[in-house]
């Protein structure tokens, strides 16, 4: 159920060729972040902090407008970066709205380079956590030189809150590694599979060449065999004509005509003699 949700959102015009782990796992990490929003939704109302609510709303239509998007041909590097781009605005506005640098949505920050890292390689990952340090040092700056973010949740729940956002951050973190691990196993399971066909391959090759060469021997031996029997053959004919004559010289008393004949005879014998040490 859950693969074909993920190849519903595949794009149309991908093949075999292209990288479908890459696309797979940019998918499901943005599936992972929508369901997550849309599971803060209940929290942020719960701890009364309904603007919250919203943006976590606004991120999971964004995330789900992104995916559909992507389905139609959209760039997979321009909407992820668009997408890494609003969950750092998001985890910003909650850190605001939730005490600044001592809330968990500070901790947050590092999942921008390992969601990078996943869905637009490890140069971009490199952008995203120099992006992560600069707004964690800018709430920084912001608290040590003017003035600390105030909660702006129901203090009272505040266990509850930190509870909960560590929980899904624990667990979305799991996630995410989840499909990276689930991914490369696969891809090795794959990369095994076709370094197995290709041993495959490669002995059926050897075998091949090993059978055309026995081939190639076999016709040479033939064919050096078949010379010295040609001759053999050959001269056996003649032989048994000279002899089937000189049978009729001798019945008709011609002596010399006959030794002339057993003397062409015993050459052909000689000549059938030397071609079979031949053979």
């Known amino acids: 159920m859950f693969n074909k949700l993920v190849n519903y959102f595949l794009p149309l ?3 075999e060729k292209d990288n479908l782990r890459t696309e797979r796992i940019f998918v499901i990490v943005l599936m992972i972040s929508a369901i997550s929003n849309f599971s ?3 929290l942020s109302i719960t701890i009364e902090i309904p603007v919250i609510g919203y943006l976590l709303f606004a991120n999971a239509v964004i995330n789900m407008l992104l995916l559909f998007s992507y389905k139609q041909g959209f760039s997979r590097i321009i909407a992820a970066n668009i997408f890494l781009g609003q969950e750092a605005v998001s985890f910003t506005i909650q850190a605001i709205y939730q005490g600044g640098l001592m809330s968990p949505a500070v901790s947050a920050f590092f999942l921008l380079p390992a969601l990078a ?3 637009v390689g490890k140069r971009g990952a490199i952008w995203w956590l120099a ?3 600069i707004l964690t040092v800018a709430i920084y700056m912001y608290e040590s030189f003017f003035a600390e973010f105030q909660i702006m949740y129901n203090i009272e729940k505040q266990k509850m809150f930190f509870l909960n956002s560590l929980l899904g951050i624990n667990v979305t ?3 995410i590694l989840l499909v990276y691990e689930n991914s490369k196993n696969k891809a090795l399971e794959e990369v095994h599979k076709k370094n197995n066909d290709l041993i495959s391959t490669q002995s059926q090759l050897i075998q091949a060449e090993k059978m055309a060469s026995l ?4 016709a040479g031996i033939a064919h050096e065999i078949q010379n010295p029997l040609n001759f053999v053959n050959n001269f056996s004919e003649v032989s048994k004509e000279l002899l089937d004559e000189m049978k009729e010289e001798l019945t008709t008393g011609n002596l010399q005509l006959a030794t002339e004949i057993s003397n062409d005879v015993i050459q052909n014998l000689e000549k059938i003699l030397h071609h079979g040490k031949r053979a």
């Open 13 to 15: 015009n991908l093949s």
């Open 40 to 42: 803060g939704i209940q």
């Open 117 to 119: 890292m996943l869905i």
């Open 131 to 133: 992006i992560s340090l």
């Open 173 to 175: 973190i799991f996630l």
């Open 215 to 218: 081939g190639e021997l076999t």
